[in-house]
T-cell receptor, first 116, second 110 residues
Framework: NAGVTQTPKFQVLKTGQSMTLQCAQD?????MYWYRQDPGMGLRLIYY???????DKGEVPNGYNVSRLNKREFSLRLESAAPSQTSVYFC???????????????FGQGTRLTVV | RKEVEQDPGPFNVPEGATVAFNCTYS??????FFWYRQDCRKEPKLLMS???SGNEDGRFTAQLNRASQYISLLIRDSKLSDSATYLC???????????FGSGTRLQVQP
């Protein structure tokens, strides 16, 4: 029962380097999300994909890009990493927020990213 | 103003105590409400949904007050294993995603 799988779990980047965080879910969920979590700030939405083929900006999209490669996979790219992007990144998926029912979001284990 | 506000705590309580957390949200059009639990350095996991009529799951009771725009979580007979951060979560009508509060940290002491 894999659920939501994120890679890598840890990463150290130098300022200006680029990288892609990978996320895959095996629950046939429609919606996928990328959040970042900083001390005292809670989880903040970076980007989300309500369904395959669509992506939308969240609360803090600057400096990031995303790709919904297919229904299973949703990647997050940092084109030119900055120290302000040091954070813990969580990918999540859900059946769909707007089904009219309360739906549970499942999270990956997180990626701890440090930009030096 | 944050969309979802919580007292960060920490709440330090002895085993067996009853503890309550509140959360306020600013968007009156928010539709669904949840409590998530997050253990240290782990991913958040759903604790319970919050229904308008209030709901209970074992030692946990959640209440929703739409008029005042707040959500509460009551934990009875606290266990050491309840020590965690509790995140208040609402659905965002504009973004079709979950909006999280910053969390309330609970430490249950022996």
């Amino acid at each position: 029962n894999a659920g939501v799988t994120q890679t890598p779990k840890f990463q150290v980047l130098k300022t200006g380097q680029s990288m892609t965080l990978q996320c895959a879910q095996d629950m046939n969920h429609n919606s996928m999300y990328w959040y970042r979590q900083d001390p005292g700030m809670g989880l903040r939405l970076i980007y989300y994909s309500a369904s395959e083929g669509t992506t939308d900006k969240g609360e803090v999209p600057n400096g990031y890009n995303v790709s919904r490669l297919n229904k299973r996979e949703f990647s997050l790219r940092l084109e030119s990493a900055a120290p302000s992007q040091t954070s813990v990144y969580f990918c999540a998926s859900s059946e769909g927020i707007w089904t009219g029912l309360n739906t549970e979001a499942f999270f990956g284990q997180g990626t701890r990213l440090t930009v030096v | 103003r944050k969309e979802v506000e919580q007292d960060p705590g920490p709440f330090n309580v002895p085993e067996g105590a009853t503890v309550a957390f509140n959360c306020t949200y600013s968007n009156s059009a928010s539709q669904s409400f949840f409590w998530y639990r997050q253990d240290c350095r782990k991913e958040p996991k759903l604790l319970m949904s919050v229904y308008s009529s209030g709901n209970e799951d074992g030692r946990f009771t959640a209440q929703l007050n739409r008029a005042s725009q707040y959500i509460s979580l009551l934990i009875r007979d606290s266990k050491l294993s309840d020590s965690a951060t509790y995140l208040c979560v609402v659905t965002d009508t504009g973004r079709r995603a979950l909006t999280f509060g910053s969390g309330t940290r609970l430490q249950v002491q022996p």
